[in-house]
């Protein structure tokens, strides 16, 4: 009986450490101090932890440096991704940034930090994998940019669990304005079978526009409307992001106050999100398309009635300050389903088996960060933000909310750097939490 006893606590004893403590975290570092002077695809294999189950958030920390010799003063694209096939580029973006300009000198902040939250690629990150990590610059020589990547596996149970990614547009130049070339044949529609098994479908685009002294000053510094089509619905928003004098990388040299399309110097770009499950039906063909707003281009080379000095200050391409518009674009489509682990049929209905309150993500952050929370049934909800010293900041929900998983948005774009908390009331829970802003 002794030996039973003692066989049954070695067999618990090791199940408790199979499965982590939610919030547990696991590093995983793809790149160290990864050495960028030119247009060139960094490949790293990397080996990454089974996210069958047991992990609820993957965040990436990417940071961005100079050399000894200093940074590329430029604004560069950048991206990270996931290779299914080196020899054709087949693969997944998981990540794309643009560089700062200069970061080095009194006052500059020398390194830029990047929290971005890539859970969607949790059935792509697992196991070995190849990467590639790619920034655009030209400058060639000892100075550059050098990149550390690193990867967060956050222990826990999500509700919708992603399990699949198909890829949609891939073409990382498509023209803007040129009536030889005009952009709707890069981006055909699509038929796309949805999977049968999904119960939830996520379309995403990630996508920049760059190119200037156009009609309109095309496209990095012009307003344009982009549509995502799936079947017979539509969404529509302004590629256009205006908070870049916030951006995590601040101050900088250069212009990296100004407001651009879609991207910031010195910031990691924001995908453009799109819940598409009402518009799909699983294990049917779909129609996918993604349109941008018409324009026409009348400073361009092949444009017979264009006259330099009149049209614009040069009808032809110089490379410096009139660059062809043209668009950076990825097409992702996203499949969740329900996680056998937790065992539910209807997270609208079964209600989660107790009050959460989760750390913030990106922790730290700058200057936004988003705060995850769960009802196990309807209660009225009270988040508030406090200073270091106790005083209360801002309420972010006073209100009656339905069980489930929520999440809701807090922007410190008015506070100064520190350390702040978040609390929550629902019902009999009240839970504390810390968070650090940094600018």
């Known amino acids: 009986m002794r030996k039973l006893y003692t066989l049954l606590f070695v067999l618990m ?13 696991t590093w995983i570092t793809a790149y160290d101090q990864d050495f960028h002077n030119w247009a060139t695809v960094n490949y790293a294999s990397v080996i990454f932890p089974d996210t069958a189950n047991h992990y609820e958030k993957i965040l990436m920390k990417y940071v961005i440096g100079c050399p000894a010799a200093g940074c590329d003063p430029w604004d560069r694209i950048g991206w990270v991704k996931l290779y299914t096939d080196t020899a054709t580029g087949e693969g997944f973006e998981i990540a794309r940034i643009v560089t700062p300009y200069n970061i080095v000198g009194g006052g500059l902040p020398g390194t830029c930090t990047f929290w971005i939250d890539v859970t969607d690629y949790m059935p792509l990150l697992n ?38 990614v198909i890829n949609l547009w891939q073409d990382h130049y498509v023209v803007y304005g040129d009536t030889a070339n005009p952009h709707e044949s890069h981006l055909q529609p699509m038929n796309v079978m949805i999977d049968p098994l999904a119960v939830k479908v996520k379309g995403r685009m990630i996508v920049t526009g760059h190119g200037q002294g156009n009609t309109n000053n095309a496209a990095e510094f012009s307003t344009k409307n982009h549509s995502l089509i799936v079947n017979n619905d539509s969404v529509s928003h302004y590629l256009w992001r205006t908070d870049c004098s916030t951006n995590p990388c601040s101050p900088q040299g250069g212009t990296w106050i100004y407001s651009r399309a879609g991207w910031c110097p010195g910031a990691d770009v924001i995908p453009w999100d799109n819940d598409i499950t009402a518009s799909v039906t699983p294990g049917q063909n779909a129609t996918v398309n993604y349109d941008i707003e018409a324009y026409e281009n009348f400073c361009r080379p092949n444009n017979p009635n264009c006259i330099s000095g009149v049209t614009c200050g040069d009808c032809n391409y110089n490379y410096n300050g009139h660059t062809e518009p043209n668009y950076n674009v990825e097409g992702q489509l996203i499949f969740y389903r329900l996680n056998p682990v937790i065992g539910i049929n209807d997270p609208g209905t079964i209600a989660p088996s107790a009050f959460r309150l989760e750390q913030n993500y990106p922790n730290p952050f700058n200057p936004v960060t988003k705060i995850k929370f769960t009802l196990n049934r309807n209660s009225h909800v009270t988040i508030k933000i406090f200073g270091a010293d106790g005083s209360e900041i801002r309420t972010l929900i006073n209100q009656n909310m339905s069980n489930g998983i929520h999440e809701v948005e807090f922007d410190g774009s008015d506070l100064p750097s520190g350390v702040y908390f978040y609390s929550m009331e629902a019902k009999d829970f009240s839970e504390t939490r810390k968070m650090v802003l940094v600018k």
């Open 13 to 25: 004893v090791f199940v408790s450490r199979l499965y982590s403590s939610p919030g547990d975290t």
């Open 127 to 164: 196991g070995t994998q190849i990467l590639g990590n790619y920034i655009e610059s030209w400058i060639n020589g000892q100075r550059g940019w050098l990149s550390t990547i690193k990867f967060a596996f956050i222990e826990g149970e999500a509700y919708y669990k992603p399990y699949k």
